[in-house]
């Protein structure tokens, strides 16, 4: 990303999903370089996982830009693009850790309880005052239907981030990604698909996603053991909560820096070689996640119809997926000595 020199400035964007894009707005522009949306470029989208090396390290950054340049796609107004770069700002370092901390597990809606405090104490404010707009306007994501739909509806929100992550693990090529993207309209203010058959990949390349990723059994428990790191560290003041809204890499170094044993011990467990099993009669600890599906509404012979009522099977395929992934967890840790010593890959 970079500015020109001219009076007019330009910033010349390439996204590896969208391709190359120009952003001449000057609120866009400016709200692009505050502070408050620089910090999300050291913030992941899957906090420690991404931190580990688990997964991809997209960040925040990387996932409001995409969500801008969707709905930009989609024909949206200047506003709501704006509302797409701001919908993540309140992301704590690690992101939906956090939320574990807090025993947010299966809401992880934190960084929207906390938007309006961080975005008033930030220098957001005073950008988009020097443009006509208050702040106030993008705290509800609900009014702007683009960007921000209730679950399980498409929205530019969790295309973005599914295209993205379906991508780094391997479920879905470049190609797969473009013809779903030609695939979607705008149809009664919402995103909707015109084909079927792209309707039911999207949905099903969604829920592969989460079983892959986001509701994974390994991520879900590396998401554990940092929070209890996290808790830990707040609890005895080795972190404050104004670390919180740092970066990832800063809490991280704060937490290995300290020498207290109980917390070493916590660090160490934190590793891509940690495994984790599925153990009811001596679990080291329960836990429950968010589970994220779709159900696309389909543009079908001048009608808009659920991807679940035009197709039982995929119906059936979602319920079944839901009620193999609900409820408390059972997790056994084996720290990564075990597992050297077990010689499990």
């Known amino acids: 990303?970079?500015?020109?020199?001219?009076?007019?400035?330009?910033?010349?964007?390439?996204?590896?999903?969208?391709?190359?894009?120009?952003?001449?707005?000057?609120?866009?522009?400016?709200?692009?370089?505050?502070?408050?949306?620089q910090r999300l470029r050291d913030v992941l989208q899957h906090g420690i996982s991404g931190l580990l090396g688990v997964t991809r390290p997209t960040s925040r950054f990387e996932h409001s830009v995409g969500v801008m340049l969707l709905v930009r796609r989609m024909?949206?107004?200047?506003?709501?693009?704006?509302?797409?770069?701001?919908?993540?700002?309140?992301?704590?370092?690690?992101?939906?850790v956090i939320d574990y901390v807090y025993g947010g597990y299966d809401s992880q809606c934190y960084h929207e309880v906390m938007?309006?405090?961080?975005?008033?104490?930030?220098?957001?404010?005073?950008?988009?005052?020097?443009?006509?707009?208050?702040?106030?306007?993008?705290?509800?994501?609900?009014?702007?239907?683009?960007?921000?739909?209730?679950a399980p509806a498409l929205c530019a929100d969790r295309l973005d981030y599914f295209f993205r992550d379906s991508f780094d693990l391997g479920l879905a090529s470049w190609d797969d990604i473009q013809q779903a993207l030609k695939s979607l309209v705008v149809y009664q203010n919402q995103i909707v698909v015109t084909d079927l058959v792209v309707a039911r990949w999207i949905a099903d390349t969604y829920m592969a996603a989460d079983h892959a990723s986001w509701a994974s059994f390994r991520e879900v428990g590396l998401y554990e053991l940092?929070?209890?790191?996290?808790?830990?560290?707040?609890?005895?003041?080795?972190?404050?909560?104004?670390?919180?809204w740092s970066t990832d890499a800063q809490v991280w170094q704060k937490l290995q820096a300290c020498p207290d044993e109980r917390l070493r011990v916590l660090?160490?467990?934190?590793?891509?070689?940690?495994?984790?099993?599925?153990?009811?009669?001596?679990?080291?600890?329960?836990?429950?996640?968010?589970?994220?599906?779709?159900?696309?509404?389909?543009?079908?012979?001048?009608?808009?119809?659920?991807?679940?009522?035009?197709d039982p099977t995929?119906?059936?395929?979602?319920?079944?997926?839901?009620?193999?992934?609900?409820?408390?967890?059972?997790?056994?840790?084996?720290?990564?000595?075990?597992t050297v010593d077990r010689g499990v890959d």
């Open 115 to 150: 938007k309006e405090t961080y975005i008033a104490h930030s220098d957001l404010p005073e950008v988009l005052a020097r443009y006509g707009y208050n702040w106030r306007e993008f705290l509800d994501e609900h009014r702007f239907s683009l960007l921000e739909r209730p």
């Open 314 to 338: 995929y119906a059936a395929r979602r319920a079944a997926y839901l009620r193999s992934k609900q409820g408390r967890w059972p997790m056994r840790v084996i720290p990564p000595q075990e």
């Open 75 to 96: 024909g949206a107004s200047v506003t709501e693009q704006l509302a797409a770069l701001l919908h993540d700002v309140s992301h704590t370092a690690f992101s939906h």
């Open 226 to 244: 940092c929070a209890q790191a996290i808790r830990y560290g707040l609890e005895t003041g080795v972190i404050g909560q104004e670390d919180l």
């Open 267 to 310: 660090l160490q467990l934190i590793s891509p070689q940690t495994r984790f099993v599925w153990d009811e009669d001596h679990p080291s600890f329960c836990v429950s996640t968010k589970l994220r599906t779709v159900d696309p509404h389909v543009l079908w012979n001048g009608r808009l119809h659920l991807l679940s009522e035009v």
């Open 1 to 37: 990303m970079g500015r020109n020199d001219h009076s007019r400035q330009v910033i010349e964007y390439y996204d590896r999903i969208y391709g190359p894009a120009e952003i001449d707005e000057p609120v866009l522009v400016d709200v692009l370089h505050t502070r408050a949306l």
